[in-house]
């Protein structure tokens, strides 16, 4: 966890810098930064309207930012469509899972590959989806309308993954789900970040993210009110209580 | 007896041209949710170029394909140029435009080629078809008609179900912004959405223009009905918009076999009320009653 | 308040009008009469369209059913032309409700086919009993200049009078209607259904009244096109004339009644000018009527993408510094959304919403 010096050669996986985004009129983001080290997980925290919502569309491009920057490892991808973001390496869940009913289970898989280039390399995603998520090869010819929540939950990770993403944006997986699958979701998000991945996770429910989190960003009103160690944020209990409610 | 086998088989026939109008308007429905009043202009200006070829080459076939070709870029450049500033305005702007488009295409066909029906080519005999004596009512053009259309519809239904590009299409028209953050170029599946319904419509066209002729206003009707067609079949559903082309023509076949021909268009009119009122939804559609 | 203010205008408006006809040569008094005759139908179109979100294809068909009961009733009741036209007003009214009801579940592109095909099938009608209806040579309108105006009045000025008073009567009927609560529930429920019918209203019969007034300024248009055209055939009552109709409308400014008036204007002088144009420059007569129709095309896909809110809507804004007090037309559908922001508490402010404190349009 305390292992940033190793990290302070190479550039951050993601880093925003002062980004501002909004709907209409208004602004829902009003200057934020952050930096996400490779292969770690920064928790995003704050109460309903804050902006986690909006700050995750504004760096995987589903809304256009007004200001500021998104770098991925260095590079420059502020304002680009989502489209070329999801095939520049960054994965977006959203809210609500964005499950395709219409589609079977296995289409939707494919589905997060078929930019991919190489027959072999898209089959060798599948398989690997199939075997780290058991339940979903069960059901592979299922119309995905037919899973249960928890079930969606994983159809979308997996399929977020079957583009070997760099970055995974994950807007409120626990929502809808019972306690037992959040902590189910939770482990598996730890899982993928011992092997490699760089998660950016939205949560409202604040003590489920923090356990498994290596930094906490707090969102209110659009501006970060707090960045911190997660262990440091869980222990701080004026700030837990003033913004996230425990 | 016999009459009524000839009036279901030629019912059978036409009613496969309204299949081919209600699947490229359910092609379209489905990927941007607009109704595209144009879809028998295009077919009819399609048309009038393959007619040309037609003309110029004294191959029917070179029209043909012509026509096929001219129907696939029209759609594209029409959804790319046309339609694609009006997906993210309100309903009733695409609605204006799209008869906007029309009429420019009838007033643009009655320019170039003035009012006159001009007489079109069928691709094979047009005599009536025999088994021994009895007369079949149809003939080995209406044969092909058939045929042509439910191959396209196949191909069709082959490239969604079984093709990435397939995929990819479908999943443009579910869901947009989710395909998006899955890498997907959604604006070019419309496009490709568009160009093959003008594909279908442009085949819908060859195939009607020799018992209609070839006039600026020759699709007006052929649309309304494929449109009566793909509202009775629901227009979420390609199933149903064959479904429902093949139902409409054999009966529209039975009013005009036993009740007059005159009597066609104001049944046609009746069918799509009657629909609208009780199952606007279309008889096939997996949607529980939205709001029409 | 209000109604003073229309009124005034009216009378304003008319005294112009009759001086211009005065001091105009009889083919422009024509015009005149064309002119209003449209701004009548146009302005009772974009009523239904601006205000009540409804869209139709078919309004042609009503101004027939006007015109068509119109003659009738002269040829064969011999009834007074005052009669006459509040009688075929009237009966197109009832037509109105009868299509309003049968379209009241309908929505967007299923209203336009419906309507579409009440403007296709209404025609044929028409030549499906040639005894009544004349056929295809239709019915002959004779209307004389009335007695009190002198033996030597010409008829074209009459007709300027009487078309023009119809419609600004129209004109101030519709603003006062537009202003009153009427039109702030058609906007209302034209904006969000369930919005409106959770408020309270009751949008079936909202959506009802709205056909029938717009179809009753159909009626009476065609009452008064059969009257300056002296006949009543089928093929003045094609599908071209709905889309005319509704291209006046669209051009003008969907909602606004001053912009009828300038979607009328265009509708009859641009395309017998650009029609000059097109066969002095040697296209054939019957290539050049296709002229119009092209135009009507492009302008109804120009103005829709790139000027929604028609001429008014220009004018407005560029005026709008001298005269900040003048409502824009409303003109708001409902969008059609990919992001939307997160269902959070805060509810987002939506255009239309804002709008609702607007008055009617002018």
Sequence with gaps: MGESAAATAEPDALAVQDLAAGYGGALALRGISLTVRPASITAVLGANGAGKTTLLRAISGVIRPRGGRVLLHGRDMTGRAPEDMARGGVAHVPEGQGVIGELTVEENLRLGALWRRGREARAAALAEAYQRFRVLADRRQQAASTLSGGERQMLVIARALMAQPQVLLLDEPSLGLAPRVVAQVMRLTAELREAGLTVLLVEQNARSALSIADQGVVLNLGQVVATAEAAALATDVQLRQHYLGF | MAELGQLTLGGLSVGMIYAAIALSLVLIWRATRILNYAQGGMAMFTTYLAFEVINHTGSYWAGFAAALLAGLLLGGVIERVVIRPAENKPPLNAIIVTIGLLIFLEGLAGVIYGGQYRSFPAAFSIDGLHIGSAALGISANDVFVAVAVLVAALLLAALFRYTAVGLRLRAAAFSPPVARLLGVRVGRMLTLGWALAGLIGALAGVLVSPSTFLYPNSMDSVFVLGFTAAVIGGLDSPVGAVAGGLILGVALSYVSGYLGSDLVPLFGLAALVVVLMIRPEGLFSATSARQV | ?362
Aim: glycine fraction near 10%; aromatic fraction near 6%.
């Design chain 3, 1 to 362: 308040m209000t109604l003073l203010r229309h009124l005034a205008a009216a009378v304003v408006l008319g005294v112009v009008l009759v001086l211009l006809t005065i001091w105009l040569d009889p083919f422009r008094q024509y015009q005149i009469a064309e002119i209003a005759t449209y701004v009548i139908a146009v302005a009772g179109l974009t009523a239904l369209v601006g205000l009540s979100g409804q869209i139709s294809l078919g309004h042609g068909a009503f101004m027939a059913i006007g015109a068509y009961s119109a003659a009738l009733l002269l040829l064969h009741l011999h009834w007074p032309l005052a009669a006459v036209l509040v009688a075929s007003t009237v009966i197109t009214a009832a037509s109105g409700a009868v299509v309003g009801v049968a379209a009241a579940r309908l929505r967007g592109p299923y209203l336009a086919g419906a309507t579409l095909l009440l403007a296709v099938a209404l025609p044929s009608l028409a030549l499906s009993d040639p005894s009544l209806f004349g056929g295809d040579q239709g019915l002959t309108v004779a209307v004389s200049t009335p007695a009190f105006l002198g033996p030597s009045f010409p008829p074209t000025r009459w007709q300027a009078w009487l078309t023009c008073g119809c419609a600004l009567i129209t004109l101030v009927l519709l603003a006062n209607l537009a202003r009153s609560r009427i039109g702030r529930s058609w906007r209302a429920a034209g904006d969000d259904e369930v919005a409106a019918a959770l408020a309270g209203l009751n949008v079936a019969r909202l959506r009802v009244l709205a056909f029938v007034v717009s179809a009753a300024c159909a009626g009476l248009a065609g009452v008064l096109l059969a009257v300056t055209t002296s006949i009543v055939t089928p093929g003045a009552f094609t599908l071209t004339l709905s889309i005319a109709l509704l291209t006046g409308a669209v051009l003008g400014g969907l909602g606004s009644l001053a912009g009828a008036v300038w979607g009328s204007l265009v509708l009859i002088l641009v395309p017998t000018y650009v029609m000059d144009v097109a066969t002095s420059h040697g296209l054939s007569s019957s290539a050049g009527s296709n002229i119009p129709v092209v135009a009507y095309g492009v302008v109804l896909v120009v103005v829709m993408l790139l000027f929604p809110d028609g001429i008014q809507g220009g004018l407005v804004r560029l005026y709008r510094p001298l005269a900040a007090r003048v409502p824009r037309p409303h003109w708001r559908g409902r969008a059609r959304r990919d992001t939307a922001p997160p269902a959070a508490p805060a509810p987002q402010p939506r255009a239309s919403a804002s709008e609702h404190q607007e008055e009617g349009s002018i």
